[in-house]
């Protein structure tokens, strides 16, 4: 497996994780989300440790007015994102391990940007 392919599947895994994280702090439910990034999209400064991404594509199935599907009503959203954050390699240089992660966008979805 690439170094690359490594990278996109780590940060997209910490990606998701926040918005999973993040769920608990808004104020409708995330039913279900998908994070999408193309390699080229990805810009790797290995000496330094750091990264960036564009074009991050948030896509989201709120679950709006209730706290449960029979009541409330379902709404697809989604954001693109930039961002950045710092890296380092674990197990010998085997793997990749994202340190910090910085996004462009705030979690709260109907806050005008």
């Known amino acids: 497996m690439s170094k690359m ?28 989300w998908e994070v999408t990034l193309s390699s080229s999209d990805i810009w790797v400064d290995v000496p330094k440790r750091e990264f960036t991404f564009k074009n991050a594509q948030f896509n989201f199935e709120l679950l709006l007015g209730s706290s449960n599907s029979e009541d409330g009503a379902k709404m697809n959203f989604s954001k693109v994102a930039d961002g950045s954050g710092t890296f380092d390699f674990s197990e010998g240089s085997k793997n990749v391990q994202i340190l910090e992660l910085n996004l462009n966008f705030d979690l709260s979805l109907f806050n005008e940007e």
Request: net charge positive.
């Open 5 to 32: 392919w490594q990278f996109r599947r780590k940060l997209i895994h910490c990606l998701n994780r926040l918005i999973g994280i993040g769920g608990g702090r808004i104020h409708y439910g995330v039913e279900d």
